[in-house]
């Protein structure tokens, strides 16, 4: 089956320590993004990557850094510097061909930072 | 600055009926547009989309219009039916733009049995 995984489904750690998100995806798309999610607020794009070895800052991504060493992975890591890292964070990846804009979204992480 | 306005944040309709979720735009660059639906603690799954060539475009019980001088575009759901109760998001893309989504606030839809 292809699709997009993220892992896990809820994190939690304590203020002041790093944090990996996983993103994997097998359906051979060039670009993949992470979004965050607020109660109340859309989603906000934190950065995206189109290639391999190349990636560009979203609009928010001030406390996050990314690699994108293989086209099937794009990990998200949530640094003590973001202010407000307690979120939903959604990956998701698109393919070039065909002119579409659909983006496919993975199920999500859920980071808890007490 | 919100370059995709969902103003409603909320729609409640009885089952079977209409529903109609708005959306508004300012960038005018926008030329492709998405609707996703997303229920809790999930990723959003897409819908329907629409080129700005098109007004209409149907899928369903989708139909989602676009109207370019008004910068406006609606989601038509018909019948609607409880398992449509979720929150659905607009998106905007500019054709070229390196694929990048800007996306609404997202409306709450519930559906009444």
């Known amino acids: 089956d292809g699709g997009i995984t993220q892992s896990p489904k809820y994190l939690f750690r304590k203020e002041g320590q790093n944090v990996t998100l996983s993103c994997e995806q097998n359906?051979?798309?060039?670009?993949m993004y992470w979004y965050r999610q607020d109660p109340g607020q859309g989603l906000r794009l934190i950065y995206y990557?189109?290639?391999?070895?190349?990636?560009q800052k979203g609009d928010i991504a001030e406390g996050y850094s990314v690699s994108r060493e293989k086209k099937e992975s794009f990990p998200l890591t949530v640094t003590s510097a973001q202010k407000n890292p307690t979120a939903f964070y959604l990956c998701?990846?698109?393919?070039?061909?065909?002119?579409?804009?659909?983006?496919?979204f993975g199920p999500g992480t859920r980071l808890t930072v007490t | 600055d919100q370059q995709v306005k969902q103003n409603s944040p909320s729609l409640s309709v009885q089952e079977g009926r209409i529903s109609i979720l708005n959306c508004d735009y300012t960038?005018?660059?926008?030329?492709?547009f998405l609707w996703y639906k997303k229920y809790p603690a999930e990723g959003p799954t897409f819908l329907i989309s629409?080129?700005?060539?098109?007004d209409k475009n149907e899928d369903g019980r989708f139909t989602v219009f676009l109207n370019k001088s008004a910068k406006h575009l609606s989601l038509h759901i018909v019948p609607s039916q409880p398992g449509d109760s979720a929150v659905y998001f607009c998106?905007?893309?500019?054709?070229?733009?390196?694929?990048?989504?800007?996306f609404g606030k997202g409306i709450t839809l519930s559906v009444r049995p």
């Open positions: 359906l051979n798309h060039d670009a």
């Open positions: 629409i080129s700005s060539i098109k």
């Open positions: 990557s189109q290639i391999v070895n190349d990636f």
């Open positions: 998701a990846s698109t393919s070039f061909l065909g002119g579409s804009y659909e983006q496919y």
């Open positions: 960038n005018s660059m926008f030329d492709y």
């Open positions: 998106a905007a893309s500019v054709a070229g733009a390196n694929s990048k989504l800007t």
